[in-house]
Nanobody
Framework: QVQLVESGGGLVQAGGSLRLSCAAS????????MGWFRQAPGKEREFVAA????????FYEDSVKGRFTISRDNANNMVFLQMNSLKPEDTAVYCC?????????????????WGQGTQVTVSS
């Protein structure tokens, strides 16, 4: 079992930055692929970024490449999403998720555990 709690969301102007954090419980955290997903009102849930168990491989959705960075700290059971150059279209609820798989995956069906999410609002 893994429990996930996100923090760090808020209101920011376009061009600004936010750093999301995800605190995980569970002794097997370091064995999971971790991902960030987002969902805007009236839209489908969307993959944002994922990182493998060791942190040396990452994968990003095209629209966030070069602006967002995912990282993890296995010693402290944490995952982070650094978001720079934010745009109004980045506005959404951001959730972290854990997948008991070896390879990075952007399919939300592979993720067994989900946090409640944190709201990110980017004003123009």
């Amino acid at each position: 079992q893994v429990q996930l709690v996100e923090s760090g969301g808020g209101l920011v102007q376009a061009g600004g930055s936010l750093r999301l954090s995800c605190a995980a419980s569970g002794r097997t955290f370091s064995t999971y692929v971790m991902g960030w997903f987002r969902q805007a009102p009236g839209k489908e849930r969307e993959f944002v970024a994922a990182i493998n168990w060791s942190g040396d491989k990452t994968f990003y959705e095209d629209s966030v490449k070069g602006r967002f960075t995912i990282s993890r700290d296995n010693a402290n059971n944490m995952v982070f999403l650094q978001m720079n150059s934010l745009k109004p279209e980045d506005t959404a609820v951001y959730c972290c998720a854990a997948a008991p798989v070896y390879y990075i995956d952007n399919d939300p069906r592979r993720y067994d555990y989900w946090g409640q999410g944190t709201q990110v609002t980017v004003s123009s």
